[in-house]
Protein backbone atom coordinates (compact mmCIF):
# COMPACT_ATOMS: atom_id res chain seq x y z
CA UNK A 1 0.00 0.00 0.00
CA UNK A 2 1.02 3.53 -0.87
CA UNK A 3 -0.73 6.39 0.70
CA UNK A 4 0.38 10.14 0.20
CA UNK A 5 -1.44 13.58 0.21
CA UNK A 6 0.36 16.96 0.56
CA UNK A 7 -0.58 20.34 -0.93
CA UNK A 8 2.99 20.73 -1.82
CA UNK A 9 3.74 19.66 -5.44
CA UNK A 10 4.97 17.18 -6.52
CA UNK A 11 2.74 14.47 -4.55
CA UNK A 12 4.49 11.01 -5.59
CA UNK A 13 6.34 8.40 -4.56
CA UNK A 14 9.95 9.73 -6.02
CA UNK A 15 9.26 13.50 -6.36
CA UNK A 16 11.45 13.89 -9.13
CA UNK A 17 13.23 11.09 -11.03
CA UNK A 18 16.44 12.92 -12.11
CA UNK A 19 18.47 12.19 -15.31
CA UNK A 20 21.04 9.08 -15.46
CA UNK A 21 18.64 7.94 -12.41
CA UNK A 22 17.04 4.58 -13.46
CA UNK A 23 13.71 3.12 -11.78
CA UNK A 24 12.71 -0.97 -12.51
CA UNK A 25 10.59 -3.59 -11.67
CA UNK A 26 8.50 -2.40 -9.03
CA UNK A 27 5.05 -3.12 -7.99
CA UNK A 28 2.61 -0.74 -5.98
CA UNK A 29 -0.84 -2.07 -5.43
CA UNK A 30 -4.03 -0.18 -3.56
CA UNK A 31 -2.46 3.45 -3.93
CA UNK A 32 -3.96 6.55 -2.57
CA UNK A 33 -2.43 9.61 -4.21
CA UNK A 34 -4.10 13.20 -3.02
CA UNK A 35 -3.16 16.61 -3.90
CA UNK A 36 -4.69 19.27 -1.39
CA UNK A 37 -3.64 22.37 -3.10
CA UNK A 38 -3.81 24.13 -6.33
CA UNK A 39 -1.42 24.33 -9.13
CA UNK A 40 0.48 20.63 -8.55
CA UNK A 41 1.77 17.80 -9.90
CA UNK A 42 0.06 14.11 -8.80
CA UNK A 43 1.58 10.78 -9.86
CA UNK A 44 1.85 7.61 -8.12
CA UNK A 45 5.78 6.81 -9.23
CA UNK A 46 7.15 10.40 -9.88
CA UNK A 47 5.63 13.74 -10.11
CA UNK A 48 8.50 14.70 -12.78
CA UNK A 49 10.32 11.90 -14.57
CA UNK A 50 13.84 12.75 -16.00
CA UNK A 51 15.66 9.69 -15.66
CA UNK A 52 14.21 6.06 -17.24
CA UNK A 53 11.42 3.90 -15.85
CA UNK A 54 11.16 0.21 -16.89
CA UNK A 55 8.53 -2.25 -15.86
CA UNK A 56 7.03 -0.43 -13.63
CA UNK A 57 3.20 -1.02 -12.79
CA UNK A 58 0.65 0.51 -10.54
CA UNK A 59 -1.93 -2.22 -9.99
CA UNK A 60 -4.89 -0.51 -8.06
CA UNK A 61 -5.84 2.60 -6.51
CA UNK A 62 -6.27 6.03 -7.08
CA UNK A 63 -4.83 9.85 -8.05
CA UNK A 64 -7.27 12.65 -7.04
CA UNK A 65 -6.83 16.13 -6.95
CA UNK A 66 -10.64 16.35 -5.78
CA UNK A 67 -11.33 20.34 -7.03
CA UNK A 68 -8.04 21.58 -6.97
CA UNK A 69 -7.31 23.42 -10.15
CA UNK A 70 -4.35 23.79 -12.11
CA UNK A 71 -3.32 19.97 -11.54
CA UNK A 72 -0.81 18.26 -13.72
CA UNK A 73 -1.93 14.32 -13.37
CA UNK A 74 -1.36 11.15 -14.12
CA UNK A 75 -1.65 7.19 -13.11
CA UNK A 76 2.28 6.44 -13.65
CA UNK A 77 3.53 9.98 -13.52
CA UNK A 78 2.27 13.56 -13.94
CA UNK A 79 5.38 14.52 -16.29
CA UNK A 80 7.51 12.85 -17.93
CA UNK A 81 10.72 14.07 -20.23
CA UNK A 82 12.93 10.73 -20.24
CA UNK A 83 12.07 7.34 -21.03
CA UNK A 84 9.55 5.10 -19.66
CA UNK A 85 8.93 1.44 -20.68
CA UNK A 86 6.82 -2.02 -20.52
CA UNK A 87 4.99 -0.12 -17.56
CA UNK A 88 1.39 0.18 -16.52
CA UNK A 89 -0.76 2.16 -14.69
CA UNK A 90 -4.07 0.67 -13.38
CA UNK A 91 -5.10 3.71 -10.90
CA UNK A 92 -7.97 5.66 -11.66
CA UNK A 93 -7.21 9.51 -11.59
CA UNK A 94 -9.45 12.32 -11.01
CA UNK A 95 -9.00 16.40 -10.77
CA UNK A 96 -10.49 19.67 -11.08
CA UNK A 97 -10.89 22.13 -13.34
CA UNK A 98 -8.40 24.17 -15.69
CA UNK A 99 -5.77 20.65 -15.60
CA UNK A 100 -4.00 18.18 -17.55
CA UNK A 101 -4.60 14.41 -16.72
CA UNK A 102 -4.21 11.22 -18.40
CA UNK A 103 -4.60 7.49 -17.35
CA UNK A 104 -0.36 7.30 -17.84
CA UNK A 105 0.92 10.16 -17.64
CA UNK A 106 -0.34 13.75 -17.57
CA UNK A 107 2.21 15.29 -19.50
CA UNK A 108 4.37 13.78 -21.88
CA UNK A 109 7.70 15.39 -23.04
CA UNK A 110 9.83 12.37 -23.35
CA UNK A 111 9.32 8.75 -24.72
CA UNK A 112 6.78 6.06 -23.57
CA UNK A 113 7.29 2.37 -25.05
CA UNK A 114 5.07 -0.68 -24.89
CA UNK A 115 3.11 1.02 -22.16
CA UNK A 116 -0.21 0.54 -20.48
CA UNK A 117 -3.44 2.16 -18.90
CA UNK A 118 -6.46 1.14 -17.79
CA UNK A 119 -7.95 3.23 -14.66
CA UNK A 120 -11.01 5.44 -15.48
CA UNK A 121 -10.01 9.43 -16.02
CA UNK A 122 -12.32 12.48 -14.97
CA UNK A 123 -11.95 16.29 -15.10
CA UNK A 124 -14.31 19.43 -14.86
CA UNK A 125 -13.78 22.26 -17.04
CA UNK A 126 -11.30 23.72 -18.85
CA UNK A 127 -9.03 20.82 -18.89
CA UNK A 128 -6.75 18.15 -20.89
CA UNK A 129 -7.66 14.41 -20.67
CA UNK A 130 -6.90 11.48 -22.04
CA UNK A 131 -7.37 7.61 -21.10
CA UNK A 132 -3.38 7.41 -21.67
CA UNK A 133 -1.72 11.41 -21.59
CA UNK A 134 -3.60 14.88 -20.83
CA UNK A 135 -1.30 15.85 -23.42
CA UNK A 136 1.51 14.57 -25.54
CA UNK A 137 4.67 16.89 -26.62
CA UNK A 138 7.38 14.15 -27.51
CA UNK A 139 7.05 10.55 -28.17
CA UNK A 140 4.33 6.99 -27.50
CA UNK A 141 4.56 4.26 -29.24
CA UNK A 142 3.22 0.59 -29.42
CA UNK A 143 1.23 1.72 -26.21
CA UNK A 144 -2.08 1.60 -25.35
CA UNK A 145 -5.71 3.11 -23.09
CA UNK A 146 -8.39 0.52 -21.78
CA UNK A 147 -10.39 2.63 -19.70
CA UNK A 148 -12.89 5.40 -20.06
CA UNK A 149 -12.21 9.09 -20.06
CA UNK A 150 -14.32 11.74 -18.88
CA UNK A 151 -15.04 15.67 -18.82
CA UNK A 152 -18.12 16.68 -16.58
CA UNK A 153 -17.64 20.53 -17.26
CA UNK A 154 -17.21 22.70 -20.09
CA UNK A 155 -14.61 23.26 -22.82
CA UNK A 156 -12.64 20.17 -22.28
CA UNK A 157 -10.32 18.56 -24.78
CA UNK A 158 -11.11 15.19 -24.71
CA UNK A 159 -9.35 12.01 -26.14
CA UNK A 160 -9.65 8.37 -25.79
CA UNK A 161 -5.98 8.24 -25.90
CA UNK A 162 -4.46 11.81 -25.80
CA UNK A 163 -6.63 14.95 -24.96
CA UNK A 164 -4.11 16.85 -27.21
CA UNK A 165 -1.23 15.93 -29.61
CA UNK A 166 1.88 17.78 -30.32
CA UNK A 167 4.06 15.25 -30.97
CA UNK A 168 4.10 11.84 -32.17
CA UNK A 169 2.37 8.89 -31.39
CA UNK A 170 2.83 5.42 -33.41
CA UNK A 171 0.88 2.00 -33.08
CA UNK A 172 -1.13 2.46 -30.16
CA UNK A 173 -4.88 2.20 -29.60
CA UNK A 174 -7.55 2.93 -27.26
CA UNK A 175 -10.44 1.11 -26.25
CA UNK A 176 -12.70 3.29 -23.75
CA UNK A 177 -15.73 5.41 -24.04
CA UNK A 178 -15.18 9.22 -24.55
CA UNK A 179 -17.09 11.52 -23.06
CA UNK A 180 -17.43 15.21 -22.49
CA UNK A 181 -19.94 17.94 -21.66
CA UNK A 182 -21.08 21.63 -23.32
CA UNK A 183 -18.82 22.64 -26.28
CA UNK A 184 -16.07 20.51 -25.73
CA UNK A 185 -13.77 18.90 -28.59
CA UNK A 186 -14.06 15.02 -28.15
CA UNK A 187 -12.64 12.12 -29.96
CA UNK A 188 -12.13 8.45 -29.60
CA UNK A 189 -8.52 8.68 -29.71
CA UNK A 190 -7.16 12.35 -29.73
CA UNK A 191 -9.57 14.92 -28.74
CA UNK A 192 -7.15 17.06 -30.65
CA UNK A 193 -4.42 16.36 -32.80
CA UNK A 194 -2.90 20.16 -33.31
CA UNK A 195 -0.19 22.26 -33.39
CA UNK A 196 1.74 26.02 -31.86
CA UNK A 197 2.64 28.56 -34.07
CA UNK A 198 6.49 27.82 -34.48
CA UNK A 199 5.55 24.56 -33.20
CA UNK A 200 5.64 21.35 -34.99
CA UNK A 201 2.41 19.81 -35.93
CA UNK A 202 1.49 16.48 -34.20
CA UNK A 203 1.77 13.37 -35.95
CA UNK A 204 0.07 10.06 -34.72
CA UNK A 205 1.12 7.46 -36.97
CA UNK A 206 -1.89 4.82 -38.20
CA UNK A 207 -4.75 7.34 -38.60
CA UNK A 208 -5.60 10.75 -40.31
CA UNK A 209 -6.15 14.24 -38.59
CA UNK A 210 -7.02 17.69 -39.89
CA UNK A 211 -2.96 18.45 -38.69
CA UNK A 212 -0.55 16.12 -38.54
CA UNK A 213 -0.56 12.67 -39.29
CA UNK A 214 -1.83 9.51 -36.88
CA UNK A 215 -0.54 5.63 -38.49
CA UNK A 216 -1.02 2.63 -36.75
CA UNK A 217 -3.34 3.80 -34.15
CA UNK A 218 -6.60 2.73 -33.23
CA UNK A 219 -9.59 3.60 -31.54
CA UNK A 220 -12.63 1.24 -30.56
CA UNK A 221 -14.73 3.25 -27.85
CA UNK A 222 -17.32 5.81 -28.71
CA UNK A 223 -16.94 9.31 -28.15
CA UNK A 224 -19.81 11.78 -27.31
CA UNK A 225 -20.37 15.31 -26.12
Known amino acids: DLTLSSANSPVA ?14 NLANVNITGTGSLIFLGTLAG ?18 GSQTGVVAG ?62 LGTIQSSTALASVSGTGNHDIIGGFVGANFGSIDGSSSAGTASGSTNSAVG ?16 IPGSSFPVGT ?3 STATGAASA
Request: aromatic share 8%.
Open 214 to 216: ITN
Open 48 to 65: ENRGTISNVHILSGTVAG
Open 188 to 203: GFAGANARFINFPAGS
Open 75 to 136: GLVAKNEGLIENSSSAANVSVGANSIVGGFAGLNGGTILLSTSSGAVTATSESYLGGFAGVN
Open 13 to 26: LFPFIESGATVRNL
